[in-house]
């Protein structure tokens, strides 16, 4: 049997999500014994210069007896980073003017900007 036919045997259930150049493949696959186990795939779209692409791919492989203790601390640090820095996401990737703000920056008073002025750029939305 082909590697690939046996890769499609193995998946039971799956779910994709996109997100940007990532995607993330959410894959419930089964063991040689017919267990069950997770496998987290990241797959991120490179484009070289000529144009043309290649993916990059990292896996996670989840077992059922790691379940209750992944669940809880990726819980966790979702929990703390939501709950520390909120929602909205703040990135130069995300915003071509974002510069960070070193902390001896933002006590010179000749580097204070005035947060009453936003400057919008629709082309970003």
Same mark, same amino acid.
């Given at each position: 049997?082909?590697?690939?036919?046996?890769?499609?045997?193995?998946?039971?259930?799956?779910?994709?999500?996109?997100?940007?150049?990532?995607?993330?493949?959410?894959?419930?696959?089964?063991?040689?014994?017919?267990?069950?186990?997770?496998?987290?795939?990241?797959?991120?779209?490179?484009?070289?210069?000529?144009?043309?692409?290649?993916? @990059?791919?990292? +896996?996670?492989?989840?077992?059922? *007896?790691?379940?209750?203790?992944? $669940?809880? !601390?990726?819980?966790?640090? &979702? %929990?703390?980073?939501?709950?520390?820095?909120?929602?909205?996401?703040?990135?130069?990737?995300?915003? @071509?003017?974002? +510069?960070?703000?070193?902390?001896? *920056?933002?006590?010179?008073?000749? $580097?204070? !900007?005035?947060?009453?002025? &936003? %400057?919008?750029?629709?082309?970003?939305?």
């Amino acid at each position: 049997m082909r590697e690939q036919d046996m890769m499609d045997k193995e998946e039971i259930f799956s779910k994709v999500l996109r997100a940007g150049r990532r995607t993330y493949f959410f894959d419930v696959r089964a063991t040689k014994a017919e267990d069950y186990y997770v496998t987290i795939t990241e797959s991120k779209k490179f484009t070289e210069a000529d144009g043309s692409f290649h993916f @990059k791919k990292h +896996k996670i492989y989840l077992y059922k *007896e790691d379940f209750t203790a992944f $669940t809880e !601390i990726l819980t966790e640090m &979702t %929990d703390y980073v939501l709950n520390n820095k909120g929602e909205e996401v703040i990135s130069d990737r995300h915003q @071509k003017d974002f +510069k960070k703000v070193s902390s001896f *920056e933002e006590n010179d008073e000749t $580097t204070k !900007i005035d947060k009453s002025f &936003t %400057d919008i750029d629709f082309d970003d939305i």
